[in-house]
């Protein structure tokens, strides 16, 4: 099993997503930004990581909202998924070709990656992002 680590990156009730660029895998497709865990990594270490390798940003992790395991064809994720409230540095285009900030109510209209819909269904019965 592989862990991934995402940020709910928030900012005036907007989240921010990612549209995988080209030279990644499952192109076009929308996601929150992060990646696998490497060994002996903690889980924010790892997302602190991620997010600076992704969108050139200094992160600071807040609070672990859910974490579910989701079985691809060939592959099972335990995925994590932590809110982020500030970060410092300009948002840079490394691993996206297009990034967003959306509402929840937006979610609907982007084609994410499937292994994100868990997710987006829990954050979607939220009073509050």
């Known amino acids: 099993m592989i862990s991934v680590l995402a940020g709910i990156i928030r900012k005036?009730?907007?989240?921010?997503?990612?549209?995988?660029?080209?030279?990644?895998?499952?192109?076009?497709?929308?996601?929150?930004?992060?990646?696998?865990?490497?060994?002996g990594e903690t889980p924010e270490e790892c997302l602190k990581r991620e997010l600076m390798e992704e969108l050139g940003i200094k992160a600071d992790i807040g609070t672990l909202f859910t974490n579910y395991e989701y079985k691809y064809p060939h592959v099972t994720y335990q995925m994590y998924f932590y809110f982020v409230d500030t970060f410092s540095g300009n948002l840079e285009y490394n691993a996206h070709d297009k990034l967003e900030w959306i509402g929840t109510d937006e979610f609907k209209k982007y084609d994410f990656l499937p292994g994100d819909q868990p997710v987006l269904d829990l954050l979607c019965s939220q009073v509050d992002i």
Not at 13 to 38: D, S, T
């Open 12 to 39: 005036k009730n907007k989240v921010l997503i990612g549209r995988r660029a080209p030279h990644e895998r499952a192109p076009g497709l929308w996601e929150f930004p992060g990646g696998k865990m490497e060994q």
